[in-house]
């Protein structure tokens, strides 16, 4: 695998570890990534990217999702003005042409599906 696409899969296999916005199952299939890779070749690099791939395909939130995460156990777990701030941005978003959840963990997810053709 080229130095650069390595590079960028590893920045968004870090923020997928590391973000509190990620599922556990999301930081830990990114962390078997970051494991798989040290000091890896390229075979072993490049099988370990299409399963950290495959399982993100159908994961990133969609806005519709968020929307209607905003309707409903956002209000209990944020508070009302929250909520509505969440979903006044996201309706923003959805009438831009949106499709994705602009969280760090859903957008480092989408840009690695866009980068393997898999979005």
């Known amino acids: 695998m080229e130095k650069e696409l390595f ?3 590893a ?3 870090g923020i997928l570890s590391a973000s509190e916005n990620s599922k556990q199952e999301t930081k830990e299939a990114a962390l078997a990534w ?3 890779v040290e000091g890896a070749d390229d075979e072993v690099i490049e099988a370990a990217t299409d399963k950290l791939v495959d399982f993100l395909e159908g994961r990133p939130n969609t806005v ?3 929307i209607a995460f905003a309707q409903g156990p956002a209000v209990g777990m944020f508070g009302k003005e929250v909520a509505d701030q969440i979903l ?3 309706l923003e978003r959805k009438e831009q042409g949106e499709k994705y959840c602009n969280c760090d963990a859903c957008t480092a997810a989408v840009e690695l599906l866009e980068k393997f053709g898999r979005i």
């Open 88 to 90: 006044a941005e996201q």
């Open 64 to 66: 519709e999702g968020v």
């Open 7 to 9: 590079d960028f899969v």
């Open 34 to 36: 970051k494991s798989a």
């Open 11 to 13: 920045e968004r296999a």
